[in-house]
T-cell receptor, first 115, second 114 residues
Framework: AQSVAQPEDQVNVAEGNPLTVKCTYS??????LFWYVQYPNRGLQFLLK??????LVKGSYGFEAEFNKSQTSFHLKKPSALVSDSALYFC?????????????FGTGTQLKVEL | DAGVTQSPTHLIKTRGQQVTLRCSPK?????VSWYQQALGQGPQFIFQ???????QRGNFPDRFSGHQFPNYSSELNVNALLLGDSALYLC?????????????FGSGTQLSVL
């Protein structure tokens, strides 16, 4: 079975400061990893994905994530946060060997960026 | 180019009733998945449709069923509604059922069961 843990329900950061949203995963094989963002009353929007290759993945809106196989982590980062980044962030995993494109999501981390 | 569209946006039902939710995938996409997002939780996979057949299923009872039409649109049906079925139901599409594909999500149908 595959699973994702997002240990922080909420992350607060000042605008202009770097931000990190944490994610750890568990799969039986090699993972595909994703980050999605959800704004109020909206569906999920894709930010970035790790499939293979470079452990540092760059995505939309200046976000990036680092895949660490030994720590089974895929933390989301941004060098300089904006107030408009305030939203609910979900990490998700898919087992490469599982077939299909079913995603298993974490419980989400609410990011609040303050002036 | 329209993205994933879902209807209705909101729905109120009573326990025991049946409901049908609809989804039109993004143009060029042939694979549709449904997710249930309860309040304060991450989305949970219900099932996936490809070539008009259910290909994968999550841990949901048989009260949850679906259908995919030749134009790739899809329906989610829930019978004998329970209070616990109240949630945001999200439809997602992708150009193939490949494991490396990202999903495109609709804005969801908010279902309230009273």
């Amino acid at each position: 079975a595959q699973s994702v843990a997002q240990p922080e329900d909420q992350v607060n950061v000042a605008e202009g400061n770097p931000l990190t949203v944490k994610c750890t995963y568990s799969v039986s094989g090699n993972p595909y990893l994703f980050w999605y963002v959800q704004y109020p009353n909206r569906g999920l929007q894709f930010l970035l994905k790790y499939i293979t290759g470079d452990n540092l993945v760059k995505g939309s809106y200046g976000f990036e994530a680092e895949f660490n196989k030994s720590q089974t982590s895929f933390h989301l980062k941004k060098p300089s946060a904006l107030v408009s980044d305030s939203a609910l962030y979900f990490c998700a995993v898919r087992d490469k060997a599982g077939g299909g494109n079913k995603l298993t999501f974490g419980t989400g981390t609410q990011l609040k960026v303050e002036l | 180019d329209a993205g994933v569209t879902q209807s209705p946006t909101h729905l109120i039902k009573t326990r025991g009733q049946q409901v049908t939710l609809r989804c039109s995938p993004k143009s060029g996409h042939d694979t549709v998945s449904w997710y249930q997002q309860a309040l304060g939780q991450g989305p949970q996979f219900i099932f996936q449709y490809y070539e008009e057949e259910e290909r994968q299923r999550g841990n949901f009872p048989d009260r949850f069923s679906g259908h995919q039409f030749p134009n790739y649109s899809s329906e989610l049906n829930v019978n004998a509604l329970l209070l616990g079925d109240s949630a945001l139901y999200l439809c997602a599409s992708s150009p193939t059922k490949g494991a490396n594909e990202k999903l495109f999500f609709g804005s969801g149908t908010q279902l309230s069961v009273l």
